[in-house]
């Protein structure tokens, strides 16, 4: 194959490199079947969870002893109820300003108000009531 380069100027470098590399030459073996192939990935990928998973049992041990478990002040759990958000609502757009200004006013709170009064009566109220008061 290298006959054709004799005459040119690296050729001596270049027949070197060719019988070092022939002389250290190594067989590549052939793939594994891949029943196997996926055995030998399995076992790896066990050893490197296992690994993981170690550098975490001292700390999942103490927590299953510990009575109470105690997270950092400035751990935010991010749990915040309807009432909470609903209160630091403030409007935007237009729009929920128009809305706004419908919901809070002074006769739609009254009517609310009496609305929720009067339905704290029904409660109260038995089947004779219910009846006289045209609940049902």
């Given at each position: 194959?290298?006959?054709?380069?004799?005459?040119?100027?690296?050729?001596?470098?270049?027949?070197?490199?060719?019988?070092?590399?022939?002389?250290?030459?190594?067989?590549?073996?052939?793939?594994?079947?891949?029943?196997?192939?996926?055995k030998?990935?399995?076992?790896?990928?066990?050893?490197?969870?296992?690994?993981?998973?170690?550098?975490?049992?001292?700390?999942?041990?103490?927590?299953?002893?510990?009575?109470?478990?105690?997270?950092?002040?400035?751990?935010?759990?991010?749990?915040?109820?309807?009432?909470?958000?609903?209160?630091?609502?403030?409007?935007?757009?237009?729009?929920?300003?128009?809305?706004?200004?419908?919901?809070?006013?002074?006769?739609?709170?009254?009517?609310?108000?009496?609305?929720?009064?009067?339905?704290l009566?029904?409660?109260?109220?038995?089947?004779f009531?219910?009846?006289?008061?045209?609940?049902?």
């Amino acid at each position: 194959l290298l006959n054709p380069l004799s005459e040119e100027p690296e050729f001596a470098k270049l027949r070197k490199r060719n019988q070092l590399i022939e002389k250290h030459a190594r067989t590549v073996h052939a793939p594994l079947p891949t029943a196997e192939q996926a055995k030998v990935d399995r076992k790896v990928a066990y050893e490197i969870t296992k690994k993981q998973v170690t550098k975490w049992q001292p700390i999942i041990q103490r927590n299953r002893e510990a009575p109470t478990i105690f997270f950092d002040e400035n751990t935010d759990l991010g749990f915040s109820t309807i009432g909470a958000i609903a209160s630091e609502f403030e409007p935007r757009t237009e729009f929920e300003r128009k809305m706004a200004a419908l919901v809070h006013n002074d006769k739609v709170i009254e009517a609310h108000n009496k609305d929720g009064s009067r339905l704290l009566e029904l409660n109260k109220l038995n089947c004779f009531g219910c009846i006289i008061y045209g609940a049902f």
